[in-house]
């Protein structure tokens, strides 16, 4: 609900502030007085493009602020999509700066044009005559059937099992490419596989390989100076081993004048202790030593395979390898198991088809169910606002694929006389008549849905006598469920008012005004009385505008 708006400095409103109440606000004022300006200052709020020519002094900026009570709108979900804090008391402002750029906030939250439109749907409709697009759109026509046939749940329902249909579809296609894609590398990544596998890498450590080639490839040389090393450690009378046991004599001889002899003597058998261990080594590993050809060729071959690959696959350990390796067998498997996830995605997407087929048949039955309802209220409405002859069909065609609200496709058809043939909306109505189908079917939707605050400017041109009173009944039935702004010039809507705002010019200072009042009882009197005979009020006219406010 529209609780308030603030104008400055904008066209020739230098400041207005005014508060609404619920119920049905009526709006009047002369031709020109400036209801548009008021009404493009509101546009600024809900998402207009900003013009500075519509700025009064271009040495300020100008504001628009508006104030809405959104307690039981349930919008939380939106704000949140839109990156805005959520208020029940919610405030929307827009700026014009000297310069021309425009701001937007919401909530004082800087905010984008874009996000304004978005919100403004939920918050307040503007219509008027001139304005009838909406009503031959089927997205509209839809959202009326399925308001009476109280479709919103299974609407949900189903947009949420679409989105992941859609999204199934999506990623079958993606499994079929990659399919493609991976067959045409399937046998490579086989022959790479195998010849990874040709080799135990995981037991293989190329270090202790290397190791056991260079001695296997070295044993003659390896045994040649084992033996002479044995030969100088234990050759007799010149062996190392006995030179150093004449020395450890020499020195026992000594070692007891003097620490410093007894230290060198422990020393000296130290080494000989060592040596007699180096001997024992060199015996044994002489002994183990052993020429052997084909485990030589094994060794050799294996190394020569590893480093192959090593170079083959541009890695520099067998670390590396194993994980390509472990890589290349993933992509086999999931080559070979792709036709498993794709035959396992087609299950899926036929479930889902078949409960979307079920969920758009019971959408699509009960809009059925409800046309000949809406029909008749359209007809029976209509007829008091002068279309007697008005009729409807109203026709419902499944389609073979999805749409955004099921497999319907709609014909809202039209005929507005007696003789004619039945069209589509746009062909036939006229201007007027879609008005007055526009004001019809927004009363039959506020009697089944939460609809944003509505603004009627002058939908009622053209009309007169008693139609603009069942008009007027309409709007005042409407406004029990939701606020109602009606900007006429007929006194019979303007008497149905639970409020009432005159608009009008005053000239200061070589400067025009436009101001906005809101009446009394004693000056709606008068107003409705103007409306009824013009500027020189007769008591005649006093009299029935009495009566139209009681």
């Not at 997407?349 to 046309?371: F, G, P, T, V, Y």
Request: proline letters at 1%; glycine letters at 4%.
């Amino acid at each position: 609900m529209l609780t308030s708006l603030y104008i400055k400095n904008y066209a020739l409103i230098d400041e207005l502030n005014v508060l609404f109440n619920s119920g049905l606000t009526i709006i009047t004022g002369e031709t020109g007085a400036g209801k548009s300006i008021l009404l493009g200052g509101l546009s600024l709020v809900l998402g207009k493009r900003a013009d500075l020519s519509q700025v009064k002094n271009k040495d300020e900026k100008c504001i628009v602020e508006a104030g809405f009570d959104i307690a039981n709108y349930n919008l939380k979900s939106l704000f949140s999509s839109l990156d805005l804090d959520h208020d029940v008391h919610t405030i929307i402002r827009r700026e014009i700066l000297p310069s021309g750029k425009s701001r937007a906030f919401v909530n004082d939250t800087p905010t984008t044009l874009d996000n304004l439109v978005v919100l403004s749907t939920h918050l307040i409709d503007i219509h008027s005559q001139h304005q009838t697009q909406q009503l031959i759109q089927d997205d509209y026509q839809f959202k009326v059937i399925d308001a009476l046939a109280d479709n919103a749940q299974d609407l949900d329902l189903y947009s949420e099992k679409l989105r992941t249909y859609k999204a199934f579809q999506k990623t079958l296609e993606t499994l079929k490419a990659s399919r493609a894609d991976l067959i045409k590398e399937y046998d490579y990544n086989l022959f790479l596989t195998k010849e990874l596998s040709e080799v135990d890498l995981e037991s293989i450590k190329m270090e202790d390989l290397e190791s056991q080639y260079d001695q296997l490839n070295n044993v003659e040389i390896i045994g040649e100076k084992l033996g002479s090393s044995n030969s100088i450690l234990n050759r007799e009378d010149l062996g190392v081993i006995d030179q150093l046991n004449l020395l450890k004599q020499e020195l026992n001889r000594i070692s007891g004048f003097g620490k410093e002899y007894e230290s060198l003597e422990e020393r000296v058998s130290s080494v000989s202790i060592e040596l007699d261990d180096i001997l024992v080594e060199l015996d044994k590993l002489e002994t183990l030593l052993s020429s052997d050809p084909e485990e030589l060729e094994r060794i050799g071959t294996t190394l020569q395979t590893v480093n192959n690959l090593l170079h083959k696959h541009a890695v520099t350990d067998i670390e590396e390898l194993i994980k390509i390796k472990a890589e290349l067998e993933s992509k086999i498997s999931n080559t070979e198991s792709l036709d498993d996830s794709i035959a396992e995605k087609e299950t899926e997407i036929s479930n889902l088809d078949k409960e979307l087929n079920q969920m758009a048949l019971k959408i699509s039955e009960q809009r059925n169910a409800i046309i000949p309802l809406l029909i008749g209220k359209l007809e029976t409405r209509l007829s008091d606002l002068g279309m007697p002859n008005a009729k409807f069909k109203i026709e419902l065609d499944l389609l073979d694929s999805f749409s955004d609200n099921g497999k319907d496709r709609l014909q809202f058809l039209f005929m507005a006389n007696k003789g004619s043939s039945f069209n589509a909306l746009k062909k036939t109505a006229s201007g007027g008549e879609l008005s007055r189908i526009m004001l019809t079917i927004k009363s039959i939707l506020s009697e089944y849905m939460q609809l944003p605050s509505i603004m009627f400017d002058e939908i009622d041109t053209g009309v007169s006598g008693e139609i603009s009173n069942k008009m007027g009944a309409i709007m005042k039935q409407m406004s029990r469920r939701m606020q109602v702004f009606s900007i006429t010039h007929l006194p019979q809507i303007a008497a149905k008012g639970d409020s009432h705002f005159r608009v009008f010019k005053t000239d200061t200072n070589a400067m025009t005004h436009t101001r906005l009042k809101r009446l009394d009882d004693d000056e709606r009197i008068v107003e409705i009385a103007q409306m009824l005979g013009g500027v020189d009020i007769t008591e005649s006219a006093m009299a029935h505008a009495k009566q139209l406010l009681n």
